[in-house]
């Protein structure tokens, strides 16, 4: 069996929780995909494009992971790319709850897809994406929850938004 | 990457919960094996051959599943039988903390052994190895929750545990 | 005792996992009115008067379910009814969170009022209107999670929409 | 409809949270049961027969509430009894995972069987029969939790327990 | 040792809850500052100047209590103030999660100042403020959730967003 | 104020967890008082008397902790001594649940008394005195989770309980 799995988010941005997790399933599955969701005008603090760039920076130390993006479903993404496979992680209950009604309305569309959960490292089981945009927001140190690429297009982008 | 997965419980007796996560690892891993915890005096209804033994007649229609059994602690065997990953069930919430627990445990333990959550379908969610004892001894039946085999050693087993 | 019980909510739009309760209690409660909740700009992708209709059309097969709308205190409209149970779904624990508060909020408001909560078959238990809503948005099939009359409102509004 | 419910538990013993929900249960439906589990075995410190004359003491005010006790599945009884109503307190969410399962249970194995579930006071959320249990053992005053009549026969019953 | 504790929140506005809170602190430790923290455009009801007079009245009873607003990260402001304590409240266990995260977060970023949680008199815990603008916002008497005037100031604030 | 606080458990036996709490309380409050509560025939692992002398041996590094055991209710043992503050840690939202309940039962009997919750170091949330016994009976590793004293004693109390 060649195994493919896809670990999808949106990343806004990635954080040491997320990478953890991308170390975890990379050395369980033979090739991972790490695709970043679409903004659909959510108001994201990066848009795609730089989302999926800082992504691919970090993760370019694993020989065996993919970046990718996609706009719609996650079940048809998953299909088009050929894995069975979708990544999550547990961070702690409350992330418990939503996973259990997201993966069962997957699985209802498509039967065929498997959800799989990883729990992080307990050091990072805290972060979160938005607590660490409200921090640099601050003026708070971001590197301590982030990579330091991630730190600095967070400082950049604060810069950027604050002006007048 | 030929992928090996251990699933171990006590198994007290196996349900159909059980099953359906057997059939959603079997297809997700190469080679999956159920190992039933030794029992140490904990009291289960079944001894551990007992278990064993109806473990093995109802997943031995999945080509790729192996039946073990292990005295001790699980990241031993795991490592015994050359396995990387523990696969585990998370029916609810409440499963979700204990298994939080445990795998952090585990990890400090055995920091090369990952541990992977599955969700059972939805109408086997409510389903636990200790309500289906109740109800079997309470002359309910058990055969809604658990395979036939399984249903008529309950009650025999429950039979020979009222007799005088 | 001619039993009177209220099953509010905003129905953005009604599921299966709706229709499930308005049996359960259908059938526990002499008379049942399904109250929507009136919009106060609150964004709801149906209008007030879109939810009651498409809300009235698949309860039509209950004969003793009757259809409203409010605005305003849930408590003050169960009064002005005359009823004096609130009928409310529980689907998971996180929605037990937020009924309690609720409930106790609305206890202080009305003593006399009682909450009833019921729990929906468990394969409705993760269906939110939320999430049929965003499937919807993706071009997802709506109609695995609600009734063909409501599938095909939520298309329409989607189309309609997306219109440039 | 001349509505029946069942209010059912080990009452080992009765508290003043029970004795609010039965009130709330009493005004909401027709006739009320409250039916004491019997022992089994399981080591209540009170004898079916002792928790079943504790409750009829301090529910005789409610002219609509009758006393019985059962012996087996819980969804016999209430068929045996002709009722189609289970009444729950949730006390709180660890109490709400608890009746998840057990309520979906139940409906497996009687789906004609209606589960109600319903909040007590606040002010009683946090009593429980155990912890009055403890309290009295160790000398405590539990008479802030349960009536006088029950605290009597409590003092009684660990002065009994006590004795060499 | 002359403790100071800094209790932190939106307050918006404080309700009985949050004064449950401020009196258990305050017979704790020697000194408390309830801190108002700045709206940055989060759209609070009411403004940073008028949550910080409501709170001011409310708290003057106290003779330990002082108040002060902050615009940042809280852990900077407690270091400002010289405090090393900071006061939640855990009102229920969605709270918990929120606070868990939130703290670990601080203490990563000043592992120097420690959290401490109370918990508020039971029949408080189901206020929230957000609850309480609704209920003002829809005609109801916000008054049995907040102290007098700020029930009057919630009024005047609903009457004056409604005027058209 | 010389404030005095207490922390009590069965410590059976006392972990890395614990420890973190003792260092965190005893820097927050002038004086910390460690509380063993008695077994009262509960069958934990290690006697009162060798529960106290481990906890003592361990916690002798902190210069304003001492260590108590009591045996019956905490508020009785907590007033005895003259305090007013109980020291509970939060591992977990399974904790929460409980000692919610307890707190509100401990403050019914004792109002004067106040809880206060500290949360432990993220990479001690997962440990609990019961997995420490566990491991130690099945020959893992109980140093990784217990100072090494601690780890010798259980080592001796598991080959004392095996031996024939």
């Known amino acids: 069996m060649n195994s493919l799995a896809i670990y999808a988010g949106t990343f806004d941005p990635i954080t040491f929780g997320h990478l953890d997790l991308v170390g975890r399933a990379a050395k369980t599955f033979d090739r991972l995909i790490l695709s970043v969701a679409a903004s659909r005008g959510k108001g994201t603090l990066f848009t795609t494009e730089e989302r999926v760039a800082l992504v691919r920076e970090v993760v370019s130390v694993f020989p065996n992971v993919e970046v990718d993006s996609f706009d719609g479903l996650l079940v048809d993404h998953v299909r088009e790319r050929g894995a069975r496979v979708i990544i999550r992680g547990l961070r702690a209950f409350s992330d418990f709850e939503f996973e259990f009604q997201m993966t069962l309305t997957n699985r209802r569309m498509a039967p065929d897809v498997e959800t799989i959960f990883l729990m992080p490292k307990e050091e990072y089981s805290y972060i ?9 927001a601050m003026g708070g140190n971001a590197g301590l929850f982030v990579p330091p690429s991630v730190a600095s297009a967070l400082e950049e982008k604060v810069r950027a938004t604050e002006k007048p």
Chains 1, 2, 3, 4, 5, 6 share one sequence.
């Open 128 to 136: 979160s994406s938005s607590s660490v945009r409200e921090i640099a």
